[in-house]
């Protein structure tokens, strides 16, 4: 992977407070974003005005990558976050800059297709295990660690529900039903350390 300390400039952070709006649904595609820190939340707003939402995004984490010339989606801050915004004219001109968001796309999308296969087959244990295993894996990568993961949950658990195709209560009652069994431990309610991920990706369904 593209070092981009050492070899790219991704331009400066600016930080937006929690609830910003960042882009619409239907705005022209102009830059695409990068989570500096903090967590950004993507969501679709259907034809009958229900939201679908289809990403938590984290740090390192692209976001507003389109194949149109407008947004599929809406982007808003969970909590206050730095985000990075390059202009898609900058990444047209930088074969190197192109690579980088590639390779954080290619894995982003990897996560995405294991929690779409978990979402579609399995129980709502599964479900919630792994969107957990998602946020730790994201972690894992950033900290090169496979054991004692701390990952926050910023995002209320409606939001982790909706995500999840769930009822809030639901979302509650099988994270605390992992806290029994040891799988994690809930250190408030929006931190949680993972002793052993592979435990965590076997609640899930997902081979280590």
Known sequence: MINERNTLSLGPV???????SLYHQGDDTVSIYRVNS??????RLLADDERQITGFCTEGDFFGLSSDETYCDNA???TSSGV??????????????????????????????NLLATLTRKSSEARVAAFLVVLAER??????TVDDIRIKMPMSRTDIADYLGLFRETVSRRL????????INLEDVH?????????????????A
């Open 139 to 144: 972690k894992c990568r950033m900290e090169k």
């Open 191 to 207: 931190t949680a350390l993972i002793p052993k991920l592979d435990s965590l990706r076997t609640c899930a369904g997902i081979a």
């Open 176 to 183: 605390t039903d992992f806290q029994s069994a040891g799988v």
């Open 38 to 43: 903090g967590v950004v939340m993507t969501y």
């Open 84 to 113: 990075q915004t390059i202009r898609v004219a900058e990444i047209e001109s930088d074969p190197k800059l192109q690579r980088f968001i590639l390779s954080h796309s290619c894995k982003k999308v990897e996560d995405t297709q």
């Open 14 to 20: 600016r930080v937006y407070p929690d609830k910003t």
């Open 76 to 78: 808003i801050t969970v």
